[in-house]
């Protein structure tokens, strides 16, 4: 193991390599947890898959919609395999190390990721916001050169911040313990094991979040608030039905995704516990990438229809 001097004229090493923690307190459990998380791992690259096809394949679904839902899905197979492969073979073995550059590579695709989950809710919350609060300008606002131009410019900027801000992270100086009490390199643990003053670097994470997080949580909450508004101004309730069942599988996954975030931030640290975090993280990272596409798919006419008509294709070529 290689060691690299920080401070000579202190006496601070840092190993070239971590040490994550991860469940490694379940012991002979590991075996069973490793067997689960593969399932899930195979189901969400196939659900996510299968939604891509889908919608690549059916000139029907090339809708704004389903132009984020694609964005999404590619977002989600990203997220979890930057982080479920390594979980996976740490689960196997007793040296559980990555390396400080395979640190820095995962918590760049992580934080790219989950900045620009974000971005993609807000983006399809105002598709769905127009579609329902000004149906007759739809197509004038939602056009292709947009949609484009939203997915385009949100990964430019979300790629850019979350590269300066992880870049800047680990240019800092770490010592001391190179155990991490997690399962994949987030920015809290890695963070722990700085020996310099975080004051500023913290300062902007904060401010990060309230940009990328809270800010798209807020025009979201903004966005149901005109969406009901609406549908409760509509003279039937067929149509209240169906205006509201166009946004009901988006509004399910930002629950899903805002609801683990928040519960996060709003569980005070003295009462966390690093079994807590690691559920929750869990869930991030693992449970929603899975669910996503089921609740896309199931609860959307349009996307089993045409997986209806690809099975049906299928069955009358061969």
């Not at 395979?102 to 989950?114: D, K």
Request: glycine content about 4%.
């Amino acid at each position: 193991m290689t060691y690299y001097e920080i401070d000579p004229g202190e006496n601070q090493t840092i190993s070239s390599v971590f040490i994550l923690v991860g469940f490694s307190y379940l012991k002979k459990m590991q075996i069973l947890l490793f067997l689960v998380l593969l399932v899930v791992y195979l189901l969400t690259l196939m659900g996510n898959l299968l939604v891509i096809l889908l919608i690549l394949l059916n000139p029907s679904l090339h809708t704004p919609m389903y132009f984020f839902l694609v964005n999404l899905s590619f977002l989600e197979i990203c997220f979890t395999t930057s982080v479920v492969p390594q979980l996976l073979i740490h689960l196997l073995v007793d040296e559980k190390t990555i390396s400080i550059h395979g640190c820095a590579a995962q918590m760049y695709v992580y934080t790219i990721m989950g900045f620009m989950e974000c971005c993609l809710l807000v983006a399809m919350s105002y598709d769905r916001y127009v579609a329902i609060c000004h149906p007759l300008h739809y197509t004038t606002i939602m056009s292709g050169r947009v949609c484009s131009w939203l997915a385009g410019a949100s990964w430019i900027i979300c790629i850019l911040v979350a590269v300066a801000h992880t870049t800047w992270l680990f240019s800092l100086p770490f010592c001391g313990s190179h155990h991490m009490d997690h399962f994949f390199c987030d920015i809290a643990p890695v963070m722990k094991m700085v020996c310099a003053d975080t004051t500023n670097i913290r300062i902007v994470g904060f401010i990060l979040t309230g940009l990328f997080v809270m800010s798209p949580f807020l025009l979201i909450l903004l966005s149901y608030i005109c969406i009901i508004y609406t549908i409760l101004k509509l003279p039937s309730a067929e149509g209240r039905r169906k205006a509201f069942s166009t946004c009901s599988s988006h509004l399910v996954v930002v629950t899903l995704f805002y609801g683990t975030a928040l519960f996060t931030y709003l569980v005070p640290k003295s009462e966390s516990t690093m079994e807590s975090d690691q559920m929750i993280s869990l869930m991030n990272t693992i449970v929603a990438p899975v669910l996503n596409p089921m609740i896309y798919t199931l609860r959307n006419k349009e996307v089993k229809g045409a997986f209806r008509k690809a099975i049906e294709k299928n069955i009358f070529a061969r």
